[in-house]
C-alpha cells in the first residue's frame, strides 16, 4: 500500500481561510510565471518546491478541488491547464463557400519536411503531456504521439504504416519519448519498440528523451513511492519520478532541440519560400468566395450563377 504521505511535511485536515489565501497566490504567481499551459500535477509539484503544500495524493487531491472552485469564481484562469482528453467527434461543416476558402487559405502548412532526409515524431506517454509539448513541435510540423500508457494494436499498427511510408520514401524515421520514471513509464517506450519491430517489422529509432536519471539528479527533480501494485516494480530501484515535475521550459526545449538537430537549414527555408507563395495563392482563390453572394457558384467558365 502507498503511503498517504511521502514527504517529511504533516498533512492538514482543515485549512484556515488565511491559508487557502495563500495557497491561492502561490498557485497564481506559479501559473503567471509559466510561459504557456501546464498539467495540475505539474502545478503541484511546484507548490511543494515552494513549501506551499505537503508532497501527498490527499494533498493533490485537495489541490484539484480547490482549483475547480477557483476557476468557478473567475480566480485561475480555466486555459491554464492542458487536457487533451475531452474533444468533439465529427467533420467541420461551414457556412458557405468563403468560409472554406478563408479556413483553407489559414490553415494551409506545407510539408516542410518533404525535403529533409529525417522524419521525426514526438512521443509521450499522458495525454496533458502531449498537448503541452504540441505546442512546440507543432512550429516545426512535428506530429505528438500520445500513447496513453501502453498503446494499443491498433495505435501501434497505425503508426507503423506511417513509419513504413517514410522509411519507403528513403527517410530515417525517429521519434523521442516523454514519460514518467517508474516501471511503468519505462516499459512503455520498450513495449512499443518491441511490438513495432516484432509486429509490423518496422526498426525505427526510438528514444527517450525524458525522464532520465541523469534529469533527476541534474534537476533534483522530486520523487514519489513507486507503486507497489505495479507488477513490473519488483525489478526496479528506488522511488518514481513523474514527468509533470519538470520544468515546462525544458520540456519544450528538449522537444525543439529534438526536432532541430534533423533539420537542413537550407533545404527548410526553400521550402518556406514555397509555402508563402502558395499562401498567396490562396489569398487570390480566397478573394474569389469572398465576391460570390450567398447560393452563388462558379461555372467551368468563371462566371457566377445561382
Same mark, same amino acid.
Given at each position: 500500500?502507498?503511503?498517504?504521505?511521502?514527504?517529511?511535511?504533516?498533512?492538514?485536515?482543515?485549512?484556515?481561510?488565511?491559508?487557502?489565501?495563500?495557497?491561492?497566490?502561490?498557485?497564481?504567481?506559479?501559473?503567471?510565471?509559466?510561459?504557456?499551459?501546464?498539467?495540475?500535477?505539474?502545478?503541484?509539484?511546484?507548490?511543494?518546491?515552494?513549501?506551499?503544500?505537503?508532497?501527498?495524493?490527499?494533498?493533490?487531491?485537495?489541490?484539484?478541488?480547490?482549483?475547480?472552485?477557483?476557476?468557478?469564481?473567475?480566480?485561475?484562469?480555466?486555459?491554464?491547464?492542458?487536457?487533451?482528453?475531452?474533444?468533439?467527434?465529427?467533420?467541420?461543416?461551414?457556412?458557405?463557400?468563403?468560409?472554406?476558402?478563408?479556413?483553407?487559405?489559414?490553415?494551409?502548412?506545407?510539408?516542410?519536411?518533404?525535403?529533409?532526409?529525417?522524419?521525426?515524431?514526438?512521443?509521450?506517454?499522458?495525454?496533458?503531456?502531449?498537448?503541452?509539448?504540441?505546442?512546440?513541435?507543432?512550429?516545426?510540423?512535428?506530429?505528438?504521439?500520445?500513447?496513453?500508457?501502453?498503446?494499443?494494436?491498433?495505435?501501434?499498427?497505425?503508426?507503423?504504416?506511417?513509419?513504413?511510408?517514410?522509411?519507403?520514401?528513403?527517410?530515417?524515421?525517429?521519434?523521442?519519448?516523454?514519460?514518467? /520514471?517508474?516501471?511503468?513509464?519505462?516499459? &512503455? $517506450?520498450?513495449?512499443?519498440?518491441?511490438? @513495432? =519491430?516484432?509486429?509490423? +517489422?518496422?526498426? #525505427?529509432?526510438?528514444?527517450?528523451?525524458?525522464?532520465?536519471?541523469?534529469?533527476?539528479?541534474?534537476?533534483?527533480?522530486?520523487?514519489?513511492?513507486?507503486?507497489?501494485?505495479?507488477?513490473?516494480?519488483?525489478? /526496479?530501484?528506488?522511488?518514481?519520478?513523474? &514527468? $509533470?515535475?519538470?520544468?515546462?521550459?525544458? @520540456? =519544450?526545449?528538449?522537444? +525543439?532541440?529534438? #526536432?532541430?538537430?534533423?533539420?537542413?537549414?537550407?533545404?527548410?527555408?526553400?521550402?518556406?519560400?514555397?509555402?508563402?507563395?502558395?499562401?498567396?495563392?490562396?489569398?487570390?482563390?480566397?478573394?474569389?468566395?469572398?465576391?460570390?453572394?450567398?447560393?452563388?457558384?462558379?461555372?467551368?467558365?468563371?462566371?457566377?450563377?445561382?
Amino acid at each position: 500500500m502507498i503511503p498517504e504521505v511521502y514527504g517529511s511535511r504533516s498533512i492538514r485536515s482543515r485549512r484556515t481561510k488565511s491559508d487557502l489565501t495563500a495557497l491561492l497566490q502561490a498557485c497564481q504567481e506559479v501559473i503567471s510565471s509559466e510561459p504557456g499551459q501546464i498539467t495540475i500535477r505539474h502545478l503541484f509539484y511546484r507548490l511543494v518546491g515552494r513549501g506551499a503544500i505537503a508532497k501527498s495524493e490527499r494533498e493533490y487531491k485537495a489541490l484539484g478541488r480547490h482549483l475547480m472552485n477557483w476557476r468557478r469564481a473567475g480566480l485561475i484562469p480555466w486555459s491554464a491547464f492542458a487536457d487533451n482528453t475531452r474533444w468533439y467527434y465529427g467533420s467541420r461543416r461551414f457556412d458557405g463557400i468563403e468560409a472554406v476558402l478563408l479556413n483553407t487559405r489559414d490553415a494551409y502548412r506545407r510539408n516542410l519536411w518533404a525535403s529533409q532526409r529525417a522524419y521525426v515524431e514526438i512521443s509521450a506517454e499522458k495525454d496533458a503531456i502531449a498537448s503541452i509539448l504540441t505546442e512546440e513541435a507543432d512550429s516545426f510540423g512535428v506530429k505528438v504521439l500520445p500513447l496513453r500508457g501502453f498503446a494499443s494494436g491498433t495505435a501501434l499498427y497505425n503508426a507503423a504504416e506511417a513509419f513504413k511510408a517514410q522509411i519507403e520514401a528513403g527517410k530515417e524515421v525517429y521519434v523521442y519519448y516523454f514519460g514518467d /520514471f517508474d516501471p511503468s513509464g519505462l516499459a &512503455i $517506450d520498450q513495449s512499443a519498440i518491441k511490438a @513495432l =519491430r516484432e509486429d509490423h +517489422e518496422v526498426d #525505427i529509432h526510438f528514444l527517450r528523451r525524458a525522464v532520465t536519471l541523469e534529469q533527476i539528479e541534474r534537476y533534483h527533480l522530486p520523487t514519489r513511492p513507486t507503486k507497489t501494485t505495479d507488477k513490473r516494480s519488483k525489478n /526496479f530501484q528506488g522511488e518514481s519520478v513523474e &514527468i $509533470d515535475s519538470m520544468d515546462m521550459g525544458i @520540456l =519544450r526545449a528538449l522537444v +525543439e532541440e529534438s #526536432i532541430t538537430q534533423h533539420i537542413n537549414v537550407e533545404q527548410w527555408m526553400g521550402e518556406l519560400e514555397i509555402e508563402q507563395q502558395e499562401r498567396l495563392t490562396l489569398e487570390s482563390i480566397s478573394q474569389l468566395g469572398v465576391q460570390l453572394k450567398p447560393g452563388e457558384i462558379v461555372r467551368h467558365n468563371g462566371e457566377a450563377s445561382t
